[in-house]
């Protein structure tokens, strides 16, 4: 039978003893956002007690999660399709006498845990993304019988992971992304957000800032703030009073070795005066800002239940460009949405025109059972859909490549990451996010230094290290 949990708040992994038991090895696979992404890492993070080393092999894992993601069309039947993969991989070790155990986590396993085991019986354990912190109990209690742990907790997760070894943090690389906010109280009426992730919860910022103290004291010189809403934060802070997401960000500047500072995912109305004040005022803060508009038509913006219209979009950016003049924006479109008309679409393109974006996100509307679009009417056909996107995608990638050569000839400030894909090559990346492919010696890894953007490639810029100033660095 299936076990469905309601733990105590005190079976948790700060719990979990080191384990003496041979190590095993963990497979993590992580669709959609940013936050996944972060989430996975700290599964990990949780189970290297437990005795789990990760590898990038499925067909040797002894235990193997998915972290899905619920936002884009079709994620359910996408979900099943890899599960059908690693339910084969399960199979074949078994004949070998080996156990593999199957967790699905994440968006989808909070949307659909009961329909999960009913379809795939091979899944041991599904577990919702603000559930992971049990995992090392739940697994334990999935040795006997399929588990499901998909109700809200009491407990904070985030009180009980478990920060990685030095050694895993360094070679993860020199940027980080920390989840400083989860959770959406908008419920437009596309999105399955406030359904799986929940209400909006900020983190306290003693506890950011320690995360982040930790991450640069292993090198990670640039921190990406993470929230499905994150310039709604508005966590403890040590004096008691409730900080904004700019308050918080001119801490996190102070930390000794950040030199680098993003955030995403951003609404339009949460763009607060402080907020763009500090993108004037911290030079730690990226002069590139991800803000999703959706939809340029006031009539769709409304049916989306999105809370701001066009003009004040507009506005917003104007005084972000008043505040920082080198900022750039990218941005979300949903073509297609119910009752979007061509005049609607029109609007849209119209508004792409006008604001000018360096990189755009760009989606066709996809029902998301339980969400008001859903059962809308004047859902748009497929082929209108279809049209529209690459209307627009061919728009938004003239844009993209128009902004990319304008930088030809500009000096601009490169964090490198690695080594490039030719010897003697190093690759870093811009304030706006585009990889730079350079000359120079890997010691400058870890390093910001100006170099002079000198071509453009289909996904790259090239540049010219400037040695004197980077001698300085």
């Known amino acids: 039978m299936t076990e469905i949990l309601d733990l105590p708040a005190d079976a948790t992994a700060a719990e979990t003893p080191q384990s003496t038991a041979p190590r095993r090895k963990l497979f993590i696979k992580s669709y ?42 079709r994620a359910s039947e996408k979900t099943f399709s890899e599960l059908g993969k690693v339910r084969e991989v399960k199979l074949a070790r078994r004949a070998d006498g080996l156990a593999t155990q199957i967790v699905v986590a994440g968006c989808v396993a909070q949307a659909e845990g009961s329909e999960i085991l009913r379809r795939q019986k091979a899944v041991d354990l599904v577990v919702g993304p603000q559930n992971y912190h049990r995992l090392p109990d739940l697994l334990r209690r999935a040795e006997t019988a399929p588990v499901i742990d998909t109700e809200f907790p009491v407990e904070d997760k985030f009180d009980f992971l478990v920060k990685a ?47 982040i103290e930790d991450l640069a004291d292993a090198g990670v010189r640039e921190i990406t703030l993470l929230g499905q809403n994150v310039n709604a934060y508005h966590g403890e802070g040590p004096d008691g009073r409730t900080w904004s997401l700019a308050k918080l960000c001119a801490r996190l500047a102070e930390v000794p070795g950040i030199a680098r500072l993003r955030y995403t995912t951003s609404h339009p109305n949460d763009m607060d005066d402080d907020l763009i004040a500090a993108h004037r005022d911290l030079p730690a803060l990226m002069p590139f800002l991800h803000l ?111 902004f990319n050569q304008s930088l030809v000839g500009r000096t601009l400030a490169v964090l490198f990451e690695k080594t490039g894909r030719h010897a003697g090559q190093i690759a870093g990346r811009s304030p706006y996010l585009q990889p730079v492919q350079v000359d120079a010696s890997d010691t400058m890894i870890g390093r910001v230094a100006p170099v002079e953007i000198t071509g453009v490639g289909p996904n790259s810029l090239f540049g010219r290290l400037i040695p004197r100033e980077a001698e300085r660095l």
């Not at 940013?34 to 993070?45: E, L």
């Not at 419920?187 to 929940?198: D, H, N, Q």
């Not at 989306?304 to 005084?319: F, L």
């Open 32 to 73: 959609g956002c940013q936050m996944n992404a972060y989430d996975a890492q700290k599964m990990s993070d949780l189970l290297a007690p437990a005795g789990f080393d990760e590898t990038q092999s499925l067909d040797d894992a002894d235990l193997v999660i998915l972290n899905t993601c619920h936002i884009r069309e």
């Open 165 to 211: 070894p030095r050694r895993i943090t360094q070679a993860r690389g020199v940027t980080a992304f920390v989840t400083v906010q989860e959770g959406c109280d908008k419920f437009c009426t596309f999105c399955v957000v406030p359904y799986t992730r929940g209400t909006e919860v900020s983190r306290p910022v003693e506890k950011i800032v320690a995360e």
């Open 292 to 402: 999703p508009v959706q939809s340029g038509s006031d009539t769709i913006l409304t049916a989306m239940n999105r809370k701001h219209n066009r003009e004040s979009y507009r506005e917003i950016v104007r005084r972000l460009r008043v505040a920082r003049p080198d900022i750039a924006l990218s941005s979300d479109f949903i073509v297609g949405f119910p009752g979007e008309s061509d005049a609607d679409f029109a609007a849209t393109l119209d508004l792409i025109r006008e604001i000018g974006f360096a990189s755009t996100f760009f989606f066709k509307y996809s029902p998301r059972l339980g969400t008001p679009g859903a059962d809308m009417d004047a859902q748009v056909p497929e082929d209108v859909k279809a049209a529209r996107l690459i209307e627009l995608q061919d728009l938004v990638e003239t844009q993209r490549r128009a």
